[in-house]
Nanobody, 118 residues
């Protein structure tokens, strides 16, 4: 089992910045994938960004150049620095964790609301 605790959502004006954090605890393999997804009401949950243990990153096209994902492996924590926020970034953001390996399970945080006002 893995537990995820998120923090850092909130309300910000367009053009502003927010930083999300997610700390993982429990059964954590040395090789794992952490990331952030987001979901608007009635829509699917979409990948925002992900990062592997050695630091390989993936970003959704809509956030490239504005968002930066990073991680602290010693703390099992992933961060999402969100700059130049737009109203269309308003969604619930979910932390995601998966140990690498066959048959491993995905874990999700409780979700944190990000609201960008115009």
């Amino acid at each position: 089992q893995v537990q995820l605790v998120e923090s850092g959502g909130g309300l910000v004006q367009a053009g502003g910045s927010l930083r999300l954090s997610c700390a993982a605890s429990g059964t954590i393999f040395s090789s794992n994938l952490m990331g952030w997804y987001r979901q608007a009401p009635g829509k699917p949950r979409d990948l925002v960004a992900s990062i592997t243990t050695p630091g390989t990153t993936t970003y959704a096209d809509s956030v490239k150049g504005r968002f930066t994902i990073s991680r602290d492996n010693a703390k099992n924590t992933v961060y999402l620095q969100m700059n130049s926020l737009k109203p269309e970034d308003t969604e619930v953001y979910y932390c995601h964790f998966k140990n690498m390996g066959t048959g491993t399970t995905s874990y999700w945080g409780q979700g944190t609301q990000v609201t960008v006002s115009s």
